[in-house]
């Protein structure tokens, strides 16, 4: 059972034990769909969003009922499929993944893109949640997996109970047998042989964008900043 936050990526996978099973792999998307209209259905979130939008500027009653909702579908769908595996990507999952473990005996892994405690775009009420999320489920986690050592000594150092852990850096590696077709650069409107440097994620406050933006303007004639996200700085 793989799942997947929806702050980022939006998308929840779920599979059984069966991995090369390509019947199981084409219900994934189905499930998703499930998922999703249960969610946008639901009549708390869209009654608090109404409610919350006028009165609270960072909707963090919304981000709560966000979070119950969409936590109850995954339970749903989690207890139907009965998986031997769940491995939850981001903190707003790791609830469904520890009562899942807790209620069908399987094992959890637990992968933390980053320090959610201390998240420079959320709000206080959001990072408290997720710090509650920690301390309540993190001691379910058969194996923890981050991304660099530093976030591991964040981690290991103020949630002891984590034993098993991995550094799993976010790089791949290329296949270098599949060509190149240039799909970057006629999106941006360069030519081939020019060299970009890519960012790629959100566009928010207090992650260094407009030092990297000034930076760009002493690249070598031929390198070229591109900027792949979303955000409110966009």
Not at 35 to 49: A, C, F, P, W
């Amino acid at each position: 059972l793989f799942i997947a936050s929806y702050f980022f990526t939006r998308k929840i996978f779920f599979t059984s034990s069966a991995f090369n099973s390509l019947k199981k792999a084409k219900n994934v998307a189905s499930n998703y769909a499930k998922i999703e209209k249960e969610y946008h259905d639901s009549t708390i979130v869209r009654l608090l969003g109404k409610i919350f939008s006028i009165r609270n500027k960072n909707n963090d009653n919304t981000f709560k009922a966000t979070i119950y909702s969409r936590a109850n579908a995954m339970l749903k769908y989690g207890r139907e499929w009965k998986p031997d595996i769940v491995y939850c990507h981001e903190v707003a999952t790791l609830g469904v993944g520890a009562k899942l473990k807790n209620e069908l005996g399987c094992k959890l892994i637990y992968d933390a893109h980053e320090i959610y405690d201390d998240l420079a775009n959320a709000t206080p009420v959001q990072t408290n949640t997720y710090k509650n999320m920690h301390f309540k489920y993190l001691k379910y986690v058969d194996h923890f997996i981050t991304v660099n050592p530093r976030v591991l000594s964040y981690y290991t150092e103020n949630y002891p109970e984590i034993s098993e852990c991995t550094v799993m850096p976010n790089t791949v590696f290329p296949d270098l047998t599949d060509k190149y077709d240039n799909r970057l650069h006629i999106k941006a409107g360069l030519s081939a042989d020019t060299k970009i440097i890519l960012y790629q994620g959100g566009f928010g406050k207090h992650r260094g964008l407009e030092k990297l933006i000034d930076a760009s303007k002493d690249f070598p004639d031929n390198w070229r900043l591109v900027m792949m996200g979303w955000g409110n700085l966009k």
